[in-house]
């Protein structure tokens, strides 16, 4: 079977359902704040710690729907704003700082410097797998500091200082080296969801104060963003073959070769909700919906000969792909330096 066949069957799966989308954010939204208003005013107990386990999974489930609005903003009118208002703004994650993720899915970009989320294999260490747990530890305060205060200083400072800002300091990104390109047309709104988050943080800090509850209620937002960020780092490690050194005209099947599909359990989910277990099939088909990325997935499976590329990107567990990825990068040093003299031959 060839794509073109391929892409008819699973064309099935590319259908949206606008009210469930919206339903889901909503919901999950509803319960995450209930869940962070008891961590801030009960007692530290069991039922406490059973709570904050609940909220954290809320939050990533959350937040993750940040993914969902790069490729569905424009189908879904108010999906953005939906998403803003219960995730970006008060927890400082707007919408705009995950939008170049689009890059990750282009031929042009895919697996180079101007990808955000591929991580280059130069830039491994020994300790990468130790770095997420260090790592996540200063975005809160990062993002704090950026999107909770920075806004309101950059009103009274020239226009370049914006200009880097948005450049070097605005998106969520795995690979360190990435710059944004050219903002002219999105700063305009990049600066409006700034000062929206911004606001929603001077409300935060005013209304928790008054209560005499500012530091629990920051401590506990803190915990929890310090743990969806680790999770959602060793998530995102895993999620690659990094085959591509550099790949400034990768194909869709050789996007889809480097990604990792993780079958699992109900316990995958978890630490990858909303399909992001899927990623392959993602890569594959990014116009199917995050709920129907199992349906399209198991129906790929079952299509595609035995010697189909997709079927060696699956694993059963996150522990088989973590062992993958682990071996990979003993041989990181030795395939950098491979590329590179490659390159030099060139």
Known sequence: MDDRELHKLVARYCDLVPWRVYAELALTGIL?????VYLVVAPLDGRWLLCFGLGNILLYRGLSFSHEVVHLHRRLRWFRALYNAMFGFPHRVPAYTLLPHRHHHSTKSYGTLDDPEYERWPDFSPWVLGRPLVSALFVPVFITLRLGVWPWVLLVLPRRVSEGTYRYAST??????????????E?????REDLLAASYFVAFCMVS???????????VWYLQAWCVTAVNTYRALIAHRYMAHRAPSATRRAQVADAVTVE?????????????????????FPRVPYYNLAKAHALIKASVPPEHEYLRTIEPSFLAAARKFVAACKTAPVRAAAASETEREK
């Open 32 to 36: 995450s704040w209930t869940a962070y």
């Open 172 to 185: 969520l990104v795995m690979n360190v080296r990435y710059r944004r390109p050219d903002m002219r047309d």
């Open 187 to 191: 700063q305009a709104e990049m600066r």
């Open 209 to 219: 104060a008054s209560l005499s509850l500012f530091w629990k209620a920051f401590a």
């Open 264 to 284: 699992g359990s109900w316990l995958t989910s978890l630490w990858a909700p909303i399909g992001l277990r899927y990623h392959s099939t993602h890569h594959y």
